[in-house]
């Protein structure tokens, strides 16, 4: 079955301090996997997005790596701001465009 | 533009009653598509579109129905309400369908059944 998961549920981080998301996917076939940021009360945002042969891309602060051997990407948010407060989620399409598979995704609370 | 707007932001409903969701996009997208979001849960897809007339069913289509006249609007019927139809519900659109291209997801409505 394929399925994304996501850890940790819930991560609380001071401000100005690095944190790393975790996403591990067991989805076959893998097209692409795409990392969201969703503000509370809001719909998600994209990130960026990995494709098979992409090890690292950056948007900003934000790091994504993928390891397309071990099945695992990573968000990485450097130098962190209140305004990082969200959830992250983790998608990974497999296929056709209707074969998304979300994860619950990463509550992150950025403290003063 | 507006991008994706979805009326109304929040709704209380009784079981048995209907209501339709609205969702609109203003990108000219082929590509909507409706999600539930329940708590612990990632998105799961109840139906989507690839064009004006075309609808096809999701992962959890039981309880709702779609149309897509026009290229704009998407809206989301609930036939009859149930108290696990209570969730957050997002529309959401791209460009085309293709592998690559971004989904933008309206700002989502909250419903309740009592």
């Known amino acids: 079955k394929n399925q994304v998961e996501q850890s940790p549920q819930s991560l609380i981080i001071l401000e100005g301090k690095n944190c790393t998301l975790q996403?591990?996917?067991?989805?076959?076939?893998?097209?692409?996997l795409r990392w969201y940021k969703q503000d509370t009360g809001r719909g998600p945002v994209s990130l960026t997005i990995?494709?098979?042969?992409?090890n690292t891309k950056s948007n900003g602060r934000y790091t994504a790596t993928l390891d397309a051997d071990t099945k695992q990407s990573s968000l990485h948010i450097t130098a962190s701001q209140l305004s990082d407060s969200a959830s992250y989620i983790c998608?990974?399409?497999?296929?056709?465009?209707?074969?998304?598979?979300f994860g619950a995704g990463t509550r992150l609370a950025v403290h003063p | 533009n507006a991008g994706v707007t979805q009326t109304p932001k929040f709704q209380v409903l009784k079981t048995g009653q209907s209501m339709t969701l609205q969702c609109a996009q203003d990108m000219n997208h082929e590509y909507m598509s409706w999600y539930r979001q329940d708590p612990g849960m990632g998105l799961r897809l109840i139906h989507y579109?690839?064009?004006?007339?075309?609808?096809d069913q999701g992962e959890v289509p039981n309880g709702y129905n779609v149309s897509r006249s026009t290229t704009e609007d998407f809206p989301l019927r609930l036939l009859s309400a149930a108290p696990s139809q209570t969730s957050v519900y997002f529309c959401?659109?791209?460009?085309?369908?293709?592998?690559?291209?971004?989904?933008?997801f309206g700002p989502g409505t909250r419903l309740t059944v009592l």
């Open positions: 579109s690839v064009g004006a007339g075309i609808t």
């Open positions: 990995m494709t098979f042969s992409e």
């Open positions: 959401a659109s791209s460009k085309n369908p293709g592998q690559g291209t971004e989904q933008f």
């Open positions: 998608v990974v399409r497999s296929g056709g465009y209707n074969k998304l598979i």
């Open positions: 996403c591990n996917y067991t989805v076959s076939p893998f097209s692409n």
